[in-house]
């Protein structure tokens, strides 16, 4: 059974660079053609997609985040990741990683990490 | 972006009673090639990560009660617990795949009265 885990500094300091991982068990992230997800929960608000990607490298990101986003895969590893640069306090929210249910950038995730809570604070 | 809108942002319903959540979106996301509704409906309780509970606006995931059901087409949509279960507080949410950047609605929180 597939399952998803994010990791990575519950604190960042503003401006800087918020970096996640997440690691999948279960399978493998490079057997499938899967885009893989991060969403995002700031507290007591919605959900918020921030980006796919995909083994090869291919992204498809949010532009509500103005570029500020970079993801990647490590096939060896079997773990994609998360970076979000310049973070200011509004980037404070639990994120999540997630899986694709047909594996497209247009879907629904029908599997999902527990989340990992990132404060951005000085 | 499709911007998505749910209505109401709180219900309040009674143990065994219907409880209904509306969903509407700015442009259809409706694929005319497969006519498929491009419409997911998930459930979140409190510390928990969203659990999908519909696809294409109206299939329901393998496990999910037959009390939750999903209607509609093109822009607007309804999420139905047609017999509301102690087990079902929590906040829903519906998300559009129709195109990027995929978006959610607000969310809907579920009581019990």
């Known amino acids: 059974q597939l399952q998803l885990q994010e990791s990575g500094p519950g604190l960042v300091e503003p401006s800087e660079t918020l970096s996640l991982t997440c690691t999948v068990s279960?399978?493998?992230?490079?057997?499938?053609?899967?885009?893989w997800g991060w969403i995002r929960q700031p507290p007591g608000k919605g959900l918020e997609w921030i980006g796919s990607?995909?083994?090869?490298?291919?992204?498809y990101d949010n532009p509500s985040l103005k570029s500020r986003v970079t993801m990647s895969v490590d096939t060896f590893k079997n773990q994609f990741s998360l970076k979000l640069n310049s973070v200011t306090a509004a980037d404070t929210a639990v994120y999540y990683c997630?899986?694709?249910?047909?594996?497209?950038?247009?879907?629904?995730?029908?599997?999902w990490g527990q989340g990992t809570m990132v404060t951005v604070s000085s | 972006d499709i911007v998505m809108t749910q209505s109401p942002d709180s219900l309040t319903v009674s143990l065994g009673e219907r409880a209904t959540i509306n969903c509407r979106s700015s442009?259809?996301?409706?694929?005319?090639?497969?006519?498929?509704?491009?419409l997911a409906w998930y459930q979140q309780k409190p510390g928990q990560p969203p659990k999908l509970l519909i696809n294409?606006?109206?299939t329901r995931e393998s496990g999910v009660p037959d009390r939750f059901s999903g209607s509609g087409s093109g822009t607007d949509f309804t999420l139905t617990i047609s017999s509301l279960q102690a087990e079902d507080v929590a906040v829903y949410y519906c998300?559009?795949?129709?195109?990027?950047?995929?978006?959610f609605g607000g969310g809907t929180k579920v009581e019990i009265k």
């Open positions: 990607v995909h083994y090869s490298g291919s992204t």
């Open positions: 294409w606006a109206s």
């Open positions: 442009r259809s996301v409706l694929y005319t090639s497969n006519n498929k509704n491009f």
């Open positions: 997630a899986r694709p249910s047909r594996g497209q950038t247009n879907d629904a995730f029908d599997i």
């Open positions: 279960g399978g493998s992230i490079s057997s499938s053609s899967y885009y």
């Open positions: 998300q559009q795949y129709y195109n990027t950047p995929l978006t």
